[in-house]
């Protein structure tokens, strides 16, 4: 009898290249609790009950780089930082292993910029972690996790300043205007010590939103901007397809994206996510891209996985949508320093022909060691 039966996701780990470390005021997002994923995934590699690790997104960050500095292009600079040694070999072993398989999907913040990019990060991963498998379809920096009934993803892709953009780009590159808001938040990181709430952020997009102004991702942006101190300013874009030169003002980034909303049907995989969904979807946990995407009358999946808002979440049928009887919407949260409800993640398992769905902390309650507790859970009939 197979006693490998547990699926593991995880998401949100945002590991940065050395720049982060430096400096008055680190504005690295992960760095105390690197010593507690390494372990965590040496735990999982030598439990006998584990068949997959699965990340879904943002193991890696691109994105939280100071206006004023250059941007990340390579991958490399940030696996071969010593601080994230520990997480990188603890998933060097675990690719290596004969016995559990790991899995990756791409999310936001480590985003492929451009076409080409996708095929050096899938040679990157697949270099780095030898028998890795790379979740993406190879057109854009998405991919989709799945083993019926259960499917899986970042969950950017519904997220109208974070999905992969080409439509304002000038179709060169995939970097939403959330890349340049998460550049400008770590400019202020580094220049006063503050952090940004990204919560916050978003509440006041919803804010702008609801007024029904057509302007307001410009608005937003330029109010944000104000806030970090860099309107008027500049962002350091030198080496970003599509971007060229060193730098670019405030105002020309801000216009570049004036039309984000109207050409939200067009971006792939949007779907039936309509604009009011995906500029909620950021706060509000994707509850309407699992619903509207997911679980419709006749849809054979029964359990939706994501990641990215950094909030961990399980909730069965949701009440406001038809279809979501005998579903289960399930997110990981993070594994960030600043994760409110600490570290999460969610397991699966086949028990009795039922899909157990399990949203778990693992916790470090020193001098003791660290241990996984149940948060919540619910189960599905599985096929």
């Known amino acids: 009898m197979d006693m490998r039966t547990k699926t593991i996701f995880i998401s949100d780990i945002h590991m940065g290249d050395n720049t982060n470390n430096s400096g008055k005021f680190p504005y690295v997002w992960f760095k105390k609790n690197v010593g507690l994923l390494a372990r965590f995934l040496s735990e999982k590699s030598a439990a006998p009950d584990v068949n997959e690790v699965v990340i879904l997104g943002d193991l890696f960050d691109r ?4 206006a004023d500095m250059n941007p990340i292009t390579d991958l490399g600079a940030i696996s071969t930082d010593l601080i994230n040694k520990p997480v990188i070999d603890a998933l060097v072993a675990l690719a290596a292993s004969n016995d559990i398989k790991l899995s990756y999907v791409p999310g936001n913040h480590d985003m492929a910029l451009d076409n080409g990019d996708i095929t050096t990060m899938r040679n990157f991963m697949q270099t780095t972690f030898p028998g890795i498998n790379f979740v993406c379809d190879g057109t854009w920096p ?4 799945t083993a019926v009934p259960l499917v899986a993803e970042h969950g950017d892709r519904y997220c109208l300043f974070n999905a992969p953009d080409r439509l304002c780009n000038s179709n060169s590159s995939f970097l939403p205007l959330g890349y340049f808001i998460s550049r400008m938040v770590a400019y202020k990181a ?5 952090n940004q709430d990204v919560l916050d952020i978003f509440d006041g997009i919803m ?3 609801y007024k029904g102004d057509p302007n307001f991702a410009e608005n937003v942006f330029h109010s944000i901007a104000q806030d970090c101190g860099l309107d008027p300013g500049d962002i350091i874009v030198g080496g970003l397809p599509g971007y060229p030169g060193v730098q670019m003002t405030i105002d020309d980034i801000g216009t570049r994206f004036g039309g984000i909303t109207s050409n939200w049907g067009d971006v792939p995989g949007s779907g039936r996510i309509g604009v009011l969904t ?6 509000l946990g994707l509850f309407g891209a699992a619903d509207d995407t997911y679980f419709r009358l006749g849809s054979n999946v029964k359990v939706v ?3 990215h808002t950094h909030t961990p979440i399980l ?3 949701n009440p406001g949508f038809p279809g ?3 579903t289960i919407y399930a997110n990981c949260g993070a594994w960030v320093d600043s994760a409110k409800d600490g570290c999460t993640y969610v397991e699966t398992e086949v028990v009795d022909g039922n899909l157990h769905v399990r949203l778990k902390g693992y916790q470090d309650d020193t001098p003791n060691p660290p241990k996984d507790f149940i948060k919540d859970e619910g189960s599905v009939q599985a096929p």
């Open 63 to 66: 994105w939280i780089v100071p």
């Open 142 to 145: 998405l991919g989709t996790y």
């Open 190 to 194: 580094c220049k006063t010590g503050k």
């Open 207 to 209: 804010i702008e939103y």
């Open 278 to 283: 995906a500029v909620e979807d950021e706060e």
């Open 305 to 307: 996985i994501f990641g």
């Open 315 to 317: 909730v069965p049928d």
């Open 324 to 326: 979501a009887s005998n």
